[in-house]
């Protein structure tokens, strides 16, 4: 193999800061609030689906009162 392939490419320059010096704090918020709604949502589905576990247990264990 040539050095030329062997050269780590040089990427024409010095790395690039992404933000470029801004930051936008309305998307930062935005973010923030959607993950908190979504870490929200997870919560209530797991309390949900305990619930839901819990009653089925209960009518399993309980004999059917209409017999």
Avoid: F, V, W, Y
């Amino acid at each position: 193999m040539s050095e030329e392939l062997m050269a780590a490419p040089s990427g024409g320059g010095a790395p690039r800061n992404r933000t470029a010096g801004l930051i936008h704090s309305e998307g930062s918020e935005a973010t923030r609030k959607l993950r908190e709604q979504a870490k929200r949502r997870r919560e209530a589905e797991a309390k949900l689906q305990l619930h839901l576990m819990e009653t089925r247990n209960k009518s399993a264990e309980t004999p059917d009162q209409a017999l």
